[in-house]
């Protein structure tokens, strides 16, 4: 079939709908989404979103910027960083109204915890910022938006999975995508498309990321010339559950909990030692992989503890119930009682498609803007987040940009024309699905790949990194790509073949490694979650910048884009 609509939106997640929410005051909208709209993985989001409210002690906006420009080691921009945190409070307040149950004090006011990072008098002690609903924060800020925009007349196509977002003489037309259902291919043309398709976890192995967030939108858009901002810089959370990766929220540390080594010791406040365990995650993490290479892990082995006895019953089950759940049942620990073992595990990427602040994607270092195509959300580059993201300023990141982006579709869908996606264009996409579906032979196997390509990662690219390592990473890549191309479809039937449709995701994740693996090996310092052991210092006379992969024929040509500095200079990290 084919739609005509004045906006597409790719994704149901908090950016996605709440750009949905905005679009939909003025154009007709609608929402793709691989999933069931509140599967999205945002639905996941624990411990808060920040904003400088006050309610529980002294804050204010100044210091939410300020720490939002330290957390990032400097790359972030900081004219994003002043709007999103000017606009925390409006947007916090916004969702309360929307119907969003945050916790709350004795007095009735929406309830603040500590967060990683979050501090007062710029630096000087931590801060409660973080608003939450226990540890269901993404969960229910979802759920609000997805009924608000409902109510609001946006029409969903759930389980529609996105193969195409043509760009034709730089202008996006609209997407291309399939029906899970039914494995029919649908057109859907478009004034102005949003992607907010979420963040790439599953490029490897140990990650708090969802099974369905690999990325396929930042790919399509690389192969399609559009360049990739900042992909070295993967953030790695201090605390998943051991071997699992799952995640326990930073307000777990937020709420009293402490970091326990093998000996022990509360190792972070050698680390930070003015906010301790909640200094910022890239600190965090480094400082538990240091503590196990230095054969300080819990009984010699590649763990730490995640002490939360001190916290008390009550306060675990009123405000950590997910958590203490998650324990019980994936590793039979309960943490009222016994410490939690950890270990860091991928959890969010600051790059992805560079935007302005309204959510127009340049198509360049220079700022040109690629026609009718805006992106939010985790899949998105502003960059607020720059070197190393801050707790809870993600979901902040989705409801702020997305709103802009909406606003500034408004604008634009009065000025543009819908595109018109060609025939031409669908044949081509056809011809590679049933290229993958008629191939009868070969003998690898998608999952195996999958598994190869995120170790590969996990072991060459992860916390630490050093030239040696990266290097490997190019030929391994290539071998899986040869291999990739051997694989057997064996389901070539038309209906819920997720089997095709794993294929085509692992194909997004390769891309997606390469842009990671080179940006990575490109930038010869160390800065937030990039940590070169070859390079072990932040360089800010070669650095400052951001970096734009471009996809050129089979290399990665890269150019940059200079940080923009309004207020606070480079210092030196301490906490
Ligand atoms: C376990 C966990 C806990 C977290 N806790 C917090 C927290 O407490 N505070 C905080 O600030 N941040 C937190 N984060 C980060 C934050 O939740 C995410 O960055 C944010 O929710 C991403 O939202 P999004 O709207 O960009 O994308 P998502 O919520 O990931 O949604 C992506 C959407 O895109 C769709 N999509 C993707 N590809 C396709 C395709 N090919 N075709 C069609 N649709 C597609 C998906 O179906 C989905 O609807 C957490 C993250 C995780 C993983």
Redesign the pocket.
């Known amino acids: 079939m084919t739609y005509n609509f004045d906006t597409i939106i790719?994704?149901?997640?908090?950016?996605?709908l709440r750009a949905a929410i905005e679009a939909s005051k003025q154009g007709s909208v609608a929402v793709?989404?691989?999933?069931y709209?509140t599967r999205?993985?945002?639905t996941?989001?624990?411990?808060?979103?920040s904003g400088a409210l006050g309610n529980e002690e002294p804050d204010s906006p100044m210091w939410h910027f300020y720490d939002t420009v330290k957390g990032s080691d400097f790359l972030g921009d900081q004219d994003a960083i002043e709007v999103m945190c000017n606009d925390a409070i409006r947007t916090i307040i916004e969702l309360e109204h929307l119907g969003v149950p945050f916790s709350r004090t004795t007095e009735g006011k929406i309830a603040q915890r500590r967060f990683g990072g979050h501090t007062r008098d710029f630096g000087a002690a931590p801060v409660q910022r973080a608003c939450f609903c226990a540890d269901r924060?993404?969960h229910v800020i979802l759920f609000a938006l997805f009924e608000q925009s409902q109510t609001q007349g946006v029409k969903f196509f759930p389980e529609?999975?996105?193969l195409d977002i043509p760009i034709i003489d730089g202008k996006c037309m609209g997407v291309i995508?399939m029906e899970i259902q039914t494995g029919d291919i649908h057109v859907f043309n478009a004034k102005t498309t949003l992607v907010?398709?979420?963040?790439y976890?599953r490029v490897f192995k140990t990650t708090?990321?969802?099974i369905?967030?690999t990325g396929?939108?930042l790919s399509i858009l690389f192969n399609a010339g559009v360049p990739l901002e900042d992909m070295e810089f993967f953030q790695f959370h201090p605390t998943g559950l051991y071997g699992l990766g799952i995640?326990v929220?930073e307000g777990a540390r937020g709420e009293g909990g402490v970091l326990i080594n093998g000996k022990g010791e509360r190792f972070m406040e050698k680390y930070a030692p003015t906010i301790k365990d909640l200094a910022p995650r890239d600190m965090v993490s480094r400082s538990i992989m240091t503590e196990i290479k230095e054969g300080r892990g819990v009984d010699g082995k590649d763990y730490v503890h995640l002490d939360l006895r001190g916290i008390g019953r009550k306060t675990i089950e009123e405000r950590l119930p997910e958590i203490a759940s998650f324990c019980r049942i994936y590793i039979g620990i309960d943490p009222v009682e016994a410490p939690i073992p950890v270990l860091p595990t991928a959890?969010?990427a600051m790059g992805g498609i560079p935007t302005d602040v309204n959510g127009r994607v340049l198509h360049n270092e220079k700022g040109t803007a690629v026609e009718g195509l805006f992106a939010a959300?985790?899949?998105a580059c502003v960059s607020v987040h720059g070197a190393n993201r801050l707790?809870?300023?993600?979901?902040?990141d989705?409801v702020v940009f997305g709103r802009r982006a909406g606003m500034e579709i408004n604008l634009a869908n009065k000025n543009i024309k819908t595109g018109r996606i060609h025939s031409e264009v669908v044949e081509k996409v056809l011809k590679k699905l049933k290229q993958l579906l008629e191939k009868t032979e070969g003998t690898q196997r998608a999952g195996e790949l999958r598994d190869k390509l995120q170790t590969l990662m996990m072991n060459h690219c992860s916390v630490f990194r050093n030239k040696d390592d990266l290097n490997r990473i190019p030929n391994q890549l290539d071998k899986i790509k040869e291999q990739l191309k051997d694989v057997n479809i064996k389901d070539k039937g038309k209906k819920f073949n997720t089997e095709l449709l794993e294929v085509i995701e692992l194909r997004h994740l390769v891309n997606l490694a390469e842009a990671i693996s080179s940006s990575a090996l490109n930038r010869t310092e160390s800065r937030g979650a990039h940590s070169r052991e070859d390079f072990p210092g932040r360089n800010d006379t070669e650095w400052m910048k951001h970096t734009f992969a471009l996809k050129k024929d089979s290399n990665i040509e890269f150019r940059y884009k200079p940080v923009t500095v309004t207020k606070f200079q480079p210092e030196d990290r301490k906490y």
Do not use: M, R, W
């Open positions: 790719i994704g149901s997640g908090l950016a996605g793709l989404t691989k999933l709209p999205s993985h945002s996941a989001a624990q411990g808060g979103i924060t993404g529609f999975h996105v995508a907010a398709s979420g963040g976890g708090s990321n969802a369905a967030s396929d939108c995640l929220t959890h969010y959300g985790e899949c707790g809870c300023n993600s979901l902040l989705t």
